[in-house]
């Protein structure tokens, strides 16, 4: 199951069906199931409580991933700061909607076993990334409907 929801944000326009069907797809590519997945949308302040409460940083991020994952099963809380991924769209010169896109399948990445902080595995992360969002592109989700 994947959730949606918004705190102190609205929610963001999307095609939530196809970014679950999209999601899963990824999850499959990397040998893993989709069990609990809850994407939880907030403001710059909400994550950086997040952050000083759970991971023990003290600045601003656009994600952050709780990992609940067992076996070939990946369950997780994915908490986005939207105000963090505009300005980051804004930084790299990207659509804001690519860029929201990145950020959610990044947290299904981080799930799956992809790292990014250690030496080389931002390059990794970041085609990984790439991958799924060419995947995302090609998504039709006319074999999805009964």
């Known amino acids: 199951m994947i959730e949606f ?26 040998s893993r199931r989709v069990w609990n997945l809850n994407y939880l949308f907030v403001d710059d302040e ?6 000083r409460q759970f991971v023990n940083h003290d600045y601003y991020t656009d994600i952050i991933t709780f990992d609940y ?32 896109l990145r950020v ?8 799956v076993g992809i790292n990014d902080k250690g030496p080389g595995e931002r390059e990794i992360m970041e085609a990984a990334e790439n991958e799924a969002l060419a995947l ?9 409907e009964v």
Request: glycine share 4%.
């Open 136 to 144: 995302f592109n090609d998504l039709s989700l006319t074999k999805y």
């Open 46 to 51: 909400e994550i950086l409580v997040a952050n």
């Open 104 to 111: 959610i399948i990044h947290g299904v990445l981080h799930l």
């Open 69 to 100: 994952s067992r076996g070939d099963r990946i369950s997780g809380d994915i908490m986005i700061s939207l105000e963090t991924v505009a300005s980051n769209a804004e930084k790299y010169d990207v659509p804001y909607s690519k860029e929201l």
């Open 5 to 30: 929801a918004a705190q102190g944000v609205e929610m963001p326009e999307m095609d939530m069906r196809k970014i679950s069907k999209w999601i899963e797809e990824v999850a499959a590519s990397h």
